[in-house]
């Protein structure tokens, strides 16, 4: 199934992009937790559009309404279902694109998967809408990882080969981008993405980026090995994320290109707590949480939708056919991404614990 | 839990590296094949133990012994239950990583995931010995699939920094690669990268790499948008091979740095068939196949066990200690994990399709 | 998890008797389907309650409204998400049944299990209400399943004694039921059935009963033996239905007071059709579906909440307390549990296939 | 899948009644618990054939072979496999049954389900040789249990319209059962019942009967309200096994024809414990534990494998053929079926926890 996600707690996510609403289910959380509602909307703000000028101009209040599983604020044990009206769609802007894909987005295949009949307004449950819930689904483990001292924190690591630097794997530093409307360590850099940014929006064009996440807290021992180890579920969450095309944990790539004594990580025991003195593994050995944080990053292609004239074909007449996409959209996915990276961090550790 | 994967065609995987037997049960093959056996054996040759000089020296006849499912060689409908003798076992030289973990290892997580009654015999089942029964399951799904046209294969993209070519992502020419016993594009390169690991291996170190596979001949609209995507279910089953720690599809970590004008593929209509010109999308739009061969590549550490001195640290009297791994080990797994991340792959497609 | 049911088609239940709202989310439905909303809204009203005098008067509307999943009528291949607001609440009535928990309801059980967080209004998630969201799925499904040929109905075979003919197992005739305000094949018997309910009801007491339901239409081959064998799964989906203690299939109960050779039912091939000449296996051998018509009946508890003064105990003070139910209850839930059956049939039928 | 039961402590049963071996795979053990083998060994010697002279002359060691998931004796954490090999198999009994179907048996449904491709052997995996791995499971699975003071005891109800008494469903009194080769309270009825079932296979007939299993020292608070109720989850795995028809919980089909007032379980506080005066709930609320015993009673048809000549049709021919089942067959099922309903609901349980 496309929108379950979850055995301990188990995530239903519904809706399209235009459709009446969308939102979530949430089965599994434990009852007599006061929810804070504050955080959560804070916490989903960062993903909404319309914020600012390198996003969408769709306005969206993104107001999450809880219709079960709360009594007075406090979790009861029944699932929590939350529901998000959708309110400013122009449906008409994509009614051409049925026929007519766009290149590297989901139209073509979703129109062979359902014969025809997938919603085409606004990408359907293909668009990046759709993690609007996940983010509140996020929001809302997060409050119960916090109260075991686990946090999530993530930072946008690259846009359009524009580099920030990295979190310390050892240490974990999430004061340096929480709280930032762009979130990067060094600000400087943040500027330079944020300039390539409005350049491919001038030149209706798009960039993508890498997202660095960050779990610390963990105790050691979660997962499963082969099929339910971190890494797996963790990516199964991840690829959730629309325009996610990579993930790597701890050295990742790089660690490929070293030797066993430069990638392995030395133990200690420090304070009296076995750590490691270097964290190329990530937090994760053999799939199982070591207790070190949590490192991996994200890849994300660049925005499909672009103002430019694309060569396609009519799926009917089976000709040639210049495609321009005339809906809003961001130049740029990266920046809105991270709390989703979050998001999909948080469920999926939700299920590992 | 750790040893299932999939809905459609249930893959159960047990064992350890040093118990009676491995083993693989796969529930929901359609009936009335008739299962290639010499095959399957070919196939799991590959990943076999000890066959040059560049693998560990412990050999294993990995003979899959099928003890349900099949009756005169046809499947029935039943469970199909393979069981693998451990044979070549040498369960004397781990006795000492109990207390004092390798680094990099899974030794650590495990010992305290199962307070300290882990199998710690050869790595249990955390072993890389587990890809057997994985490798078994994927030859057998992979004649379902070849009787539906669709073909997968992969080959060494990378090791100690040394890269092969890359496969056409258009135009997948299998038959490079197909039947080497060490599979490149590029031979030349592949013997450079055999002199790193030989390299490796007499400096007591290891190395990692990149493979890269395809899959060929898939149907527009296998998948499902969000958590079961083509890209979530391939990373859930390509995880559990140890020492991966990181996947990407299409042009992954580098489209992330191109513009959508760039890494966008335009679509055209060939003799009939809907195509792409390009395939920066590794085959997958918004989690569906778009029938375009699908592409991943995939990110192996070197082998955590080396017979260097390595620092680490007694888990009892949380003194440091060095461990020296004296088992027999590969000084690089990539080699002998390209047929299992064609297994995984094809365990991966079995359970979209 | 308490509201998921099923891998094919996937049904998720949310809400509580008195949260805002009830609901539910099915995934996996084919797209390209037109609802006929008329229909699925004529099927709930059977369930519906405040229709007459052996009814609880709280009135709902009951008025689904598709959220998702549904384009201008018609399935679009995305999870269908319904809501039902609550309306007629009078949560008042139940706050002293926190502490005093009435005789055979979930009160006691949901307490211990959230702590006593557990929504006690209307009896939360365990309410008999959660059958509304239950019933809109199977009006949904079996849309799709009479479009290949597959009916379903149910009726009252037995109320506080009284017994209703059964249907011939072998040629089900659902036109003697269907339609009928109180779903009987005799009316004399249904007569006298009515007669005992008011009889129970101006006692302030209540009655259970039994309800018998035929699948008819199914082909050869469907079910898994042992865990998914249709009796499993229709069972897991009846018993998701408030107040059902026993289920039987085809002779049941009284087959196992019969010999083999009674209850054993002879094959024969009638116009080119294999089928049996009685049907004692209720259409089900070795938990699949042999074609002829499944038969099972459903035992139903008389409705817990009865005005009379009961024996219980202050959970708090561990004393004796009487306990008095002043909400609004039905006498007999048997009557309006009929479509609730046939519902539960429709989604495991629906799972099966 | 045919195959799985359970997520929290998953089982994975394979074989067929004449496939080289049968087994189970059970994941999600913890590990450190010394299994006591003899108990196991013990526990499956009630389900095994051949040791009267009411039961099939088939011979079977049933010793299972444990290959994985323990190390000296002691779970280690990895998924248990155990292996049961199949020794005194005669194929040819059953050849002629694949075209002319048992009258109630698996044949004619696996026939059309596997395009005749199933393994017609001893019923394949159909046959109730597969509960011996069930049982291993269950016997596994109920030493878990034991450490946590959760006791499980069925006896023989009713067989051929005899009746047994029924548990004390307050204080069941399992030693009144325990160790009795034919499993009743009152042994008189037990004769009486030994006399039917010789009759019956004197007269080349069969008969059924009813099991009723009782679950001691369960906390409050198991099982989750609709889908993963006590009722749904015990019914999943019991219906796995062959013959089963109908289950019924606490006072079940009687509890149908009662009076809330009658069938409505007082609460009362004794020795600081909350109880229930009587138990016809069975145990269960609202699909959840209240701490009572759970009771349950399960319908088995007579064998359909009977001596006497039956009518049935050929499946090629599609003309009426006579068939005549020259196999070894139990007169009754019943009394080995006894520790299968007990295995069930051990491994139901250990997935409620």
Redesign the interface.
Known sequence: ?????G?KV?I?????SH?????V?I??LP??KKLDMDKISEFMSRRAPGRNNISTSRKEADKP?????V?DG????????A?IKNGDTRSKDYENLRTV?R????????F????????I?G????SGR?TAPLCFAGAVCMQFLQDDGIEIGAHIE?I??VSDKRFDPVNVDFASVKGKAFPVIDDSRGEEMCRKIEE?KLDA??????IECAVTGLP??L???????V???I???V??I?A??????????D???????????????VD?K?V??TN???GI???????MPVIFRV????????G?V????N?IT???EDVCVHGRHDPCVVPRAVPCVEAAAAIAIMNLR
Request: aromatic fraction near 8%; include cysteine; hydrophobic fraction near 35%.
């Open positions: 199934m496309s929108c379950n996600f055995e188990k239903t996510i519904f809706g399209q459709s009446e609403a969308i939102g289910v089965d599994g009852a007599g309404e809880i219709i079960s599983g009594v406090v979790t009861c044990g029944a699932p929590l279902c529901v894909p290149p590297a987005h989901s139209d073509f295949a979703a062979f998967k359902h014969n025809g009949f997938n919603d307004r990408g359907g449950n293909f759709m690259k359009a080969g491919a064009d798009s960039v993508g980026g890498v050691v021992g997962g499963e090995p082969m099929f339910d180890g890494e797996n579920v990516s199964q969450a690829f959730a629309p996610v095309k990579g993930i790597e944990f701890g050295s990742g790539f660690g490929a290109e070293m030797k066993g004594s430069e990638n392995n990580d030395a133990f200690s025991c009296g076995f490691t003195d190329n593994h990530g050995l053999g799939g199982i949480t070591s207790g890849a994300m292609k660049p925005t499909p939708s672009i430019k694309q060569k396609s074909v799926l089976r000709e040639d």
